[in-house]
């Protein structure tokens, strides 16, 4: 059995914080850029040409069958050849983006087809605009019923920001090898980078929970 | 250098096997777990409830990088053993699958309505015979999409395998990048093979979905 010394850490403060704050940084960049994409792609699901819609379900279902890391190598790697080099962090976050775009587009998909198409012909019915409908009838209902998934899945794409480490992206799981390789002291090490990261899971999911319960007060009659 | 051949994509078919048995060893090991934590999670006694619950939230609340690094480099240095890699990977990929698990089926058991136990307490059941004849086939039935949309997940993430090392999928296709300077034959030739695991799959998935809200 190994003598545990966690106080060799205390150095590396410094690497750990910075990776914490990269971290949320991708997190929030991924979140964004995911739900834009997400959104767009989730109208053109909808669209009345047959080949949009093949090319967003495609889409979705690659990225969704095919594993993040791999998704991150082609674009890493692979776009030096077409001439764009992109730094690690901005590969990492556009693979994430595209990564969250698809999980994202399933979900607002999901909630815009949650919406009875009455409610729908009601508000046309009262002379609403398409937009003034989107906005009072659609959104308010359908955001809702999503918040559950949209919420757990920015929680996984916050641990799934750990594969940025993979191309040398300096988030938390860069900065815990990066510690790692100077104090060999990997079960501390990885220890404690696993507990921030549940610390961070655990105040998001706290947080979400808070921001629901304020944004959704109204009563439904279900 | 040499160019990217169809030897190449023989090789990372063959290394299917590995991500595979990884998969093969998560489930054996991780499914009778996960099973464990849900009747934990959905029994009387208040501590186990306590401890399952405690330990899907924290092992949901780490990156799967985490747990391969935390078993593969940490746990050796810890115990003092060498550990082959096989195993720490695998008893990465094993938790991993446990707590996943372990949530889906704690869902499928507390969805059977309640009454339903009481209806089999009255008829005089055991509390094992009520699981067993009563529950577990209700939550079975209930939890099968979401079990087999978690083995697509579980697929995807063994190629986390590849960050230390172990030559399956995703590694093959790492090692055919490097000997061939190919990044996209290579790396698209691995997503290909991972898309045909994993699709048919997700459709099963979907289909059983519609068949058991169809069912409702």
Known sequence: MLQLNFNQLWRYQDEFLHGVSLTLMLTLVATVAGLAIGLVCATAAGSRFAALRLLVRSYVEVIRNTPALIQLFLIFFVLPYAGLRLPPVYAAAAALSIYMGAYATEILRGGLASIPRSQIEAGQCLGLTRWQVFRHVILPPALRNIYPSITSQIVLLLLGTSLASQVSASELFHAAAFVESRTFRSFEVYAVVCAIYFTLVLAFRLAFVGIGRIAFRWPTGR | ?216
């Open chain 2, 1 to 216: 250098m040499r160019g990217f051949t169809i030897s190449d994509v023989l090789t990372m078919l063959a290394a299917v096997q590995w991500t595979a048995t990884l998969v093969i060893l998560a489930l054996a090991f991780g499914a009778p777990l996960a099973l464990l934590l849900a009747r934990m999670c959905t029994g009387r006694s208040r501590l186990a409830r306590l401890v399952a619950t405690g330990i899907l939230q924290l092992v949901q609340g780490v990156p799967v990088l985490g747990l391969l690094m935390f078993f593969y480099f940490g746990m050796p240095v810890f115990l003092g053993i060498k550990v082959p890699a096989l195993v720490s990977v695998g008893a990465a990929f094993t938790i991993f699958t446990a707590a996943f698990l372990g949530e889906i089926w704690r869902g499928g058991i507390q969805a059977v309505h309640v009454a339903q136990g009481e209806a089999a307490a009255c008829l005089g059941l055991t509390r094992w015979q009520t699981f067993r004849h009563v529950v577990a086939p209700q939550a079975f039935s209930i939890a099968l999409p979401a079990t087999v949309g978690f083995l697509v997940q579980l697929i995807k993430n063994t190629s986390l395998a590849s960050v230390v090392g172990f030559v399956e999928l995703a590694r093959a296709g790492q090692l055919a990048s490097a000997a061939t300077f190919q990044p996209l034959l290579s790396y698209a030739c691995v997503a290909a093979i991972y898309f045909a695991l994993c699709f048919p799959l997700t459709l099963w998935s979907r289909s059983l979905e519609d068949k058991l809200n169809g069912a409702r």
